[in-house]
């Protein structure tokens, strides 16, 4: 986290992680790396540049070790790497990743499909791998969980949320620097955001983490408002929306980068972010995979008359 | 307003208004009629069904007092139609309409555009209708106002808060029964959203109206949750935000009524609508109006495994 104190909300971008692995074509490596250039020159102080997991089931994210290896030589970037198991850790801590984030699925019945583990042993891994970044000499590597699945899963529906909570506080006490919730289904709502995030907040204290919203029914900014209410300062996003949903065809997946810096700027939030370079980059995404589906209502929209942000005006 | 103890929020669908005038070609009065059928059909209580505009200005319009003949033999239904005028209020009054609801432009430059009137001269003519409301012998009739470019203008820019205010209070001393403010152009942001309708509460008290929101640049949920918190209980929108926005190719319109509705419900707000049924009665607006661009996000997603509402669980 490379929160600074010229910005009051971390925008953490997450499309050439879970954006790129929804898509089943592959971008090429000077593709990604040309993205994540873009977006660090938009002024993304965070972004998730891929997983480190077996080439076998996710083929998109082979080459996420070269990709690291790049995004590590960007100034004022904190790099982001998902990694499901100790050994994903091991090759991401070497390949100099900054930060490790790790999925720990409220949900059985996700938890066994996603990683082949239960919560339980999933939370264990989360101990071995706070191991090993505490035993990697020199190097200081962070450690993120999210809970995903936490607002519901398609398999099993409605998760409990005292058992979020308690699960949110394992991954802690395992040893992660902080625990965020991610509606992986796109099932949240408002209510149950403010309501999860705040109790989050009450659990972990300095360890309760970002948000991870989807906006697969349209709810992912109104999710974000009702997560701002309860003080949450990180939120992912994704470029264009990319990736969309697997399950329900034309809903976007992430929420959109673009519309979310405006939703903040709009309310006098400060990112660091320049819309306008963020619109600019979303053709670099079609480069790598011509005709892909993207997302979002400020690009084709515009920013308005007379709209601030970053100290500049809109003007006619 | 048919607000019930059984409803927590009253959705006032806008499309048959608000949609098809944003629309150039005309949808024929029989489509007009059944698709107001379906909205009542699926529990709306209010719907805007129609301006008493000069046909040359708005031929889309021009059946409006056909249409509200129709409507007002629905039971339970509210039915609403916007006049600029006295002329266009007579002309409702006379066709039955149970509520009317008259513009007032905040931005100068607007209301001059819109109906040719300064902000002074629309408030004397809410005066004028009220009167002849009042006048109208056995008919009960509700007027309400809406505060148009109450969060912008595209051709101003940013409008002042103190004044929109002004103006509202203006409006209710004027006779309306309730004024409501309309983000006209898509410009509000939820801080906004939350101070102005905050303020309005406090200055009118039960008069104090509804939001009708816009989603020009995707904010239009965030913006009814930051509504929600100020204490509104009525939000306009649209069936497949129906007529996008004629500034922006790409950008819907108003709120999309499905989506609205499933945010509501699934944060435990009852509306008393059913949501398959609006899905179910999209066909009807492409009936009349081939090719149409709709929007909405619940419509492709579907409603989540364990989702409750109306007192029933959607099951696998």
Known sequence: MSRTSDIDILVSEVGPRDGLQSVDRTMPTNVKTK????LAGAGLREIEVGSFVSPKRLPQMADTGDVVRHAITIDNLNVLALVPNLRGAEAA?????HALTMP?????????????????????????????????????????????????????????EDW????????????????????????????????LFTRLHAELGEKAGGAHLHN????????????LDAGVTTFDSSLGGLGGCPYAPGA??????????YLLESMGLRTGIDIEALIAA???????????????????????????????????
């Open 35 to 38: 993205w994540i250039d873009a």
């Open 93 to 97: 801590v070497s390949a100099g990743t």
């Open 104 to 160: 720990v699925s409220a949900s059985r019945m996700h938890s066994q499909a996603n990683i082949g583990k239960t919560p339980e042993e999933a939370v264990a891994e989360v101990s071995k791998v706070d191991a090993l970044r505490r035993n990697s000499a020199g190097q200081a590597v962070t450690l993120e969980v999210g809970v995903s699945t936490a607002f519901g899963c398609t398999m099993e529906g409605p998760v409990s």
């Open 164 to 195: 979020v909570l308690r699960l949110a506080v394992s991954c802690a006490e395992a040893g992660a620097d902080s625990v965020g919730l991610s509606d992986t289904t796109g099932y949240g709502n408002p209510a149950q955001v403010k309501r």
């Open 216 to 227: 697969t029914r349209g709810q992912g900014l109104a999710n974000v408002v009702a997560a």
């Open 252 to 261: 976007s997946g992430n929420i959109v980068t673009e519309d979310l810096v």
């Open 282 to 316: 979303r053709p670099i995404i079609l480069e790598g995979l011509p005709g892909e589906a993207i997302y979002g209502s400020v690009p084709d929209a515009g920013l308005q008359l007379g709209f601030v942000y970053a100290g500049q005006e809109v003007t006619a």
